[in-house]
């Protein structure tokens, strides 16, 4: 998830349960690691993996919006060249 932080230059704020949960004879572990990421991809906050916790940080929206003009990040992008893939969520694509 860093990765992508790191290259569209916009924070992240990953979450993830923790602990063990059974249904129906299955169980699932979770890993926790919730964190929170800047747009540099530095990890500026983190909740851990063991027990439940509330992750908090400030982060510069704006800093951010400046470092994706310098860097030209989605300067190339043309969203008027691709179509609408779907009309409603239940509607079929269109022809």
Known sequence: ???????????IVPANRIGKESE???TLDFDGTSFICNHRAEIVADAG?????IA???LD???AAKNR?????FQT??????RVL??????????
């Open 24 to 26: 129906d004879g299955v």
């Open 77 to 82: 992008r043309r969203p008027q060249n691709h």
């Open 86 to 95: 779907v009309d409603t969520p239940s509607g079929p694509p269109p022809s």
């Open 1 to 11: 998830m860093q990765g992508h932080t790191a290259v569209n230059l916009i924070p």
């Open 69 to 73: 003009v310098q860097w030209g990040t």
């Open 61 to 63: 929206f704006d800093l």
């Open 49 to 53: 993996r063991d027990v439940e916790g």
């Open 56 to 58: 908090l940080s400030t």
